[in-house]
């Protein structure tokens, strides 16, 4: 965590804070935002693991002929600002069985099902922020969540830099995004 830290170092104490937190970063962004989110899946689609070898194969650990399902997402605030863009792949025992319903956020899926979750952390770095034309910097963070016997989860979040910034805005700049 503290290695985390220093490249991040300059970033504002939000920033900081999903860039170490190990737990649910839905509970941290709901508190960011300060309402309940929401998710849009753009695509998803179930795929042998070979497809997707490097997720699905050496981090989630599934046989090259397992299926897996390969998810592409946003997260969302109540006014439907774009919050985060994610990738997850899930490598579930059976089929499906992790797989939440278009419209509920992983996370909190994962924890109503009563699973004992943990979250490992794979890499947290500087990325480029997908939507919009200037493709500014953003926070991107990957992890897999442990399912225990029902599987695991890989997920890659890319952050809104207007809501999870790297740098401290100038005080003129600050405030919630519209």
Same mark, same amino acid.
């Given at each position: 965590? %503290? ?9 504002? !104490? ?18 960011? $935002?300060?309402? =309940? ?5 753009? *695509?998803?689609?179930? @795929? ?5 070898? *490097? %997720?699905?194969? *050496? ?8 299926? $897996? ?12 600002? @774009? %919050?985060? @863009? ?7 025992? =059976?089929?499906?069985?992790?797989? !939440? ?22 890499? $947290?770095?500087?990325?480029?922020? +997908? ?20 599987? =695991? ?16 805005? +100038? !005080?003129?700049?600050?405030?919630? +995004?519209?």
């Amino acid at each position: 965590m %503290i290695e985390r830290l220093g490249e991040f170092s300059s970033a504002p !104490p939000q920033t900081r804070m999903l860039v170490c937190a190990d737990g649910s970063t839905t509970v941290l962004l709901d508190a960011l $935002v300060g309402e =309940r989110l929401r998710v849009r899946v753009d *695509h998803q689609r179930q @795929v042998r693991a070979a497809r997707v070898r *490097h %997720i699905g194969c *050496h981090v989630l650990g599934a046989a090259p002929d397992a299926l $897996v399902v390969d998810r592409r997402s946003r997260i969302l605030t109540p006014a439907l600002d @774009v %919050i985060s @863009v994610n990738r997850v792949v899930i490598a579930a025992r =059976r089929c499906g069985q992790l797989v !939440p319903p278009a419209d509920e956020l992983l996370g909190p899926y994962l924890k109503a099902m009563g699973l004992s979750l943990s979250r490992e952390p794979i890499a $947290v770095s500087r990325g480029v922020w +997908p939507l919009g034309g200037a493709a500014p910097a953003c926070v991107s963070k990957e992890y897999v969540i442990d399912c225990g016997g029902a599987g =695991r989860v890989y997920v890659h979040e890319r952050f809104n830099p207007r809501y999870v910034p790297l740098e401290y805005l +100038p !005080p003129e700049k600050e405030g919630a +995004p519209t």
